[in-house]
């Protein structure tokens, strides 16, 4: 059994799929659209392009999403980076923070060497964190 998380988006997917596969080295594995359903006619006319359905891959973790009309931000979840290096900590957190909204700075705390949350510019909530190793 695997778990996944499945985002909704108002329209802006696409765009936020080749956003985190530019900025966060993620890939997408695959991408429909709603005039690629089996039955395009029951398509309004505004939503042809909007997706249907999307998965894209960060790491090892699939993230799946889709476009629909009335989407609301992200309220009381968020997707976790765990980061290797503060460096690239520091370097997620800017690119997801570009358009976006800081929600905690970036900084160090007692679990981790760098933690920051950032709510994006599509509307999705974001912890990046270089974990403190346990001693």
């Not at 476009?67 to 980076?81: F, G, H, I, K, Q």
């Not at 900084?107 to 346990?134: C, K, Y």
Request: with cysteine; hydrophobic share 40%; net charge neutral.
């Amino acid at each position: 059994m695997k778990v996944n998380t499945y985002v909704n988006f108002p329209g802006s997917c696409a765009e936020a799929f080749r956003y985190y596969e530019k900025h966060l080295g993620a890939k997408v594995g695959m991408m429909m659209t709603h005039a690629q359903s089996p039955d395009p006619s029951l398509v309004k006319p505004e939503w042809k392009d909007a997706v249907l359905h999307a998965r894209l891959t960060i790491g090892d973790t699939e993230l799946m999403a889709a476009d629909v009309p009335n989407a609301e931000p992200m309220r009381s979840a968020y997707l976790t980076l765990r980061m290797d290096n503060d460096s690239e900590a520091e370097r997620v957190f800017s690119a997801l923070f570009d358009g976006g909204q800081v929600l905690m700075p970036m900084r160090a705390t007692f679990f981790a060497s760098r933690f920051g949350q950032v709510r994006d510019r599509f509307g999705i909530n974001w912890m990046i964190l270089n974990e403190r190793p346990v001693q």
